[in-house]
Structures are given as C-alpha cells and as structure tokens.
T-cell receptor, first 112, second 115 residues
C-alpha cells in the first residue's frame, strides 16, 4: 500500500507486482517531463522521459503516462524487482535550457 | 567514459570556511548544472551553464558562485560556509537541447557538512 512517511511518501510492494508511482506537476506550460531513480548514496539515474505532445511512452519494464488536463504524471514499473527499491523523482521543464524542477520523490520498497 | 565526476565525495567544513566543489564531465556536454538536495527532499537548482563563459542563477543561488572556463569543468564555490549549506550537492550535464530537451546525467554527489 501507499503511506506518507516523515519525509517521503512510500510505496511498499511485493516482488513481481506492478508498481505505480504518481506525481503532480505544477506548471501547465511545462513541455518535458522526466523520471529519475535514486539509490542510496548515488546520484539520480535517468529512467524515462516524455514530451508534452505525447500521453504515453514505454521503455523496458517502465511506462510513463502524462495527463496534461490534471497535470499528472505516473510511472508504472512492471514485475517489480528488489533492485527497483529506490527513491523515484519526477521532474518538469518549462524554462528552457533543459533546467528541471524536481518533485519531492517517492520511496519504493520491494519485498522479496 | 567516466560520465560526470564530482570531488570530493565527503567534506566537513567549519562555519566561515570556504571551499570549491569540483565537477568534470567527459561527454562534451554544453550544459552543466549544480543542485543541492536536503534530506527527504527533491533537488533544487543552484546555478547552471549553457557553455564555457556563460553561467546563470537557478532557484537557490545565494551563498554560492560558479565559473565555467572550459566545457568539461564547472566548479561550485562556497565563500563563507553556513550551517544552512549542509546538504548533498549534485552536478549534472546534458547535451544542448537543439529544440528538444535532453535528459541530464548526474554525478554521485558531494556530501557537505558545515559545523
């Protein structure tokens, strides 16, 4: 289930389940969105991106959905594995030069 | 390719000291960025650069300075360290957007404590 911890929202799933991580973005003028995965002690790692002229994009085991009407972004991870445990950030760009505004993140915990 | 390399990985400073956080990338990316990440929070942009000799402020530039004399290097300077600057600092780079955004590639961060 999903719960709000002291600092980060946390999503706990079982290995093999599908995970959905949600993100609300702030600027209706944003035209580029990106998901990053951050493991403990590491920098953010690119997962998948999507431009505002699309509403869905698929990668390997991941899918990003964009709903511009309600300014909502989601990341779906199929067949979640323990190695997927990390903090996931969404980010948006609206100011040019690829500068990004990051959300606060969601911690994904995958149990074997 | 090493990607984005940050040094040092850890540092403890006393209030009022100064230091430079180093960042270098070997991907020939024009764009480089500095972010800070406070515990349990997302990243906030400090400064960015779109090429050698060009820098601009981000969301939280106060207390920091940057320079970009080469494409590869983008150092971040703290002149008078304050406890509020205790954070994890990430450097990132990306190729020029050329009309469409490109993902940023991140280093593994510098963990800085000001005591």
């Amino acid at each position: 289930g999903e719960s709000v911890g002291l600092h980060l929202p946390t999503l706990s799933v079982q290995e093999g389940d599908n995970s959905i991580i949600n993100c609300a973005y702030s600027n209706s003028a944003s035209d580029y969105f990106i998901w990053y995965k951050q493991e403990s002690g590491k920098g953010p790692q690119f997962i998948i991106d999507i431009r505002s002229n699309m509403d869905k994009r698929q990668g390997q085991r991941v899918t990003v959905l964009l709903n511009k009407t309600v300014k909502h972004l989601s990341l779906q991870i199929a067949a979640t594995q323990p190695g997927d445990s990390a903090v996931y950030f969404c980010a948006e760009n609206s100011s040019g030069y690829s500068t990004l505004t990051f959300g606060k993140g969601t911690m994904l915990l995958v149990s074997p | 390719n090493a990607g984005v390399t940050q040094t040092p990985k850890f540092r403890i400073l006393k209030i009022g000291q100064s230091m430079t956080l180093q960042c270098t990338q070997d991907m020939n990316h024009n764009y480089m960025y500095w972010y800070r990440q406070d515990p349990g929070m997302g990243l906030k942009l400090i400064y960015y650069s779109v090429g050698a000799g060009i820098t601009d402020k981000g969301e939280v530039p106060n207390g920091y300075n940057v320079s970009r004399s080469t494409t590869e290097d983008f150092p971040l300077r703290l002149e008078l360290a304050a406890p509020s600057q205790t954070s994890v600092y990430f450097c990132a780079s990306s190729p020029p957007s050329q009309g469409s955004n490109q993902p940023q590639h991140f280093g593994d961060g510098t963990r800085l404590s000001i005591l």
